[in-house]
């Protein structure tokens, strides 16, 4: 399911750090009465009510050392910050509306988002009646706030929720529901945008030959077959000395939010290259968060041997540079001539049935029995012995091995159950969670 975004958005020193420390439960904002002080952006998960998580980001740090001076700098980095946006909280001083703040009033409106006005600081304000100066700013829905003391955040949540959910509401009565999803990741440039459009079969991302075009997450639903997929189009990650440091921060971190969303993860790779050490990175992100994954390498009709032996020693390269990832299936497709989008497709829907899969426990037992037993650690004469097992978890799939002593086992012996589990078990494409626990041989 997808996690909405609010924003928090506001000249500066309303209160953005405060009310974002007071949302989200957590003290990192750096707060101070001089105002810009705010230059690195904070982002965190928080439950606006009970079954509904919202992403929470401030944007502070957009600001240059005049903050009334409402630059196109400073609108380009705001209007990029609520691209994508679900609601925006649009907070202001309640003591003193600006200029700035009806600035950033016509740019919101523009921009067409959802909006709750959020009149900082009441307890300074005469008899905590809201002033007619935040009304004169042109939006329905208005809240008064004081975030230092937390007078009015249960009413605050409460009307986050009944907009986000109105929005949801909306979202499923246009239809926008899917089957599974899945997110293509990679490195600018690598194709990502003209993969989206060879699959919706229309122009629906911007195609450039510039590499890091797309800034945004792009989400779009199409059929194959019986079923309805979900699919991202993400901003291309780079290092961050070789772009603006706005940019990058929001292109991670809504690439972080789609591999969270999605069931599985495409990593597209280009067949000169290889995998980088970005391509690393986002690799490492995909198995942290437990997603499925495969490797594309696209571009497939511009390699002159598309030979079978070809794509066995790319394969065998791409497992050599990460022998860890020798789980993680290749492919190969081409978004320009549509060759090999139908095996794409199909790979997809195989790995996010791996993922969903709950094996039997006499299965895994029997597992335990005849392929575990033959080799256990030891230490200082005492041997590792597994009693049984059980599966915990799907997406990813997560097992316990119940043990008399966990500390026998090591990081390699761990690898070695992992690995044989996968030579005895269909789990291509799927990160594996396995842990050990001890239990008393008299329990």
Not at 27 to 49: C, E, M, N, Q, S
Not at 167 to 188: H, M, T, W
Not at 302 to 329: C, G, M, Y
């Amino acid at each position: 399911m997808r996690i909405p975004e609010i924003v928090i958005l506001g000249r500066p020193n309303t209160g953005k750090s405060t009310l974002f420390n007071r949302l989200s439960g957590r003290r990192d904002a750096v707060i101070h009465p001089k105002a810009g002080v705010t230059r690195d952006r904070k982002a965190t998960r928080i439950l606006v009510r009970e079954g509904l998580e919202a992403l929470l980001i401030d944007t502070g740090g957009l600001f240059p050392d005049d903050p009334d001076d409402f630059s196109g700098d400073i609108e380009r980095q705001a209007q990029l910050a609520i691209q994508t946006a679900d609601l925006v909280i649009f907070l202001v001083d309640a003591t003193a509306i600006s200029g700035l703040d009806h600035d950033f009033a016509e740019m919101v409106r523009r921009i067409s988002k959802p909006v709750l006005v959020v009149a900082n600081k009441m307890d300074r304000t005469r008899d905590g009646v809201l002033p007619p100066e935040v009304y004169e700013l042109g939006f329905e829905h208005i809240i008064g706030i004081s975030a230092n003391h937390g007078t009015g955040n249960d009413e605050l949540k409460l009307k986050m929720a009944g907009i986000l959910e109105e929005a949801v509401k909306l979202e499923a009565a246009q239809g926008l529901k899917e089957d599974l999803s899945f997110v293509l990741i990679g490195r600018p440039n690598v194709g990502k945008s003209s993969l989206v459009n060879a699959l919706l079969q229309k122009e629906r991302a911007i195609v450039s030959p510039i590499a890091g075009t797309t800034r945004d997450s792009i989400d779009d639903w199409f059929t194959f077959g019986e079923r309805t997929f979900r699919v991202i189009d993400t901003a291309g990650l780079r290092r961050k000395s070789k772009v603006r440091e706005d940019i990058e921060y929001y292109s991670t971190l809504r690439t972080e939010r789609s591999i969270e969303e999605a069931d599985v993860t495409v990593l597209l790779i280009e067949p000169d290259t290889l995998l980088t050490d970005q391509d690393k990175k986002i690799i490492g992100m995909v198995e942290k968060a437990g997603k499925g994954l495969i490797f594309a390498i696209n571009k497939w009709d511009t390699v002159e041997d598309n030979s079978a032996k070809h794509i066995r020693d790319l394969k065998d390269k791409i497992e050599f540079q990460l022998p860890e990832f020798a789980w993680v299936p290749v492919t190969t497709v081409s978004a320009t001539s549509g060759r090999g989008l139908k095996k794409l497709l199909n790979l997809v829907v195989h790995v996010h049935g791996n993922a969903s899969r709950r094996l039997e426990t006499s299965d895994l037992n029997k597992f335990v029995q005849q392929q575990l037993k033959a080799y256990a650690p030891s230490k200082k004469g005492k041997q590792l012995k597994i009693y049984y097992a059980v599966q915990t978890g799907t997406c990813p799939p997560a097992f316990t091995f119940f043990v008399n002593n966990a500390t026998l086992a090591g990081v390699q012996y761990i690898h070695y159950i992992r690995n044989t589990f996968r030579k005895h078990h269909e789990y291509s494409g799927v990160p594996l969670r396995i842990t050990l626990r001890d239990k008393k041989e008299t329990e």
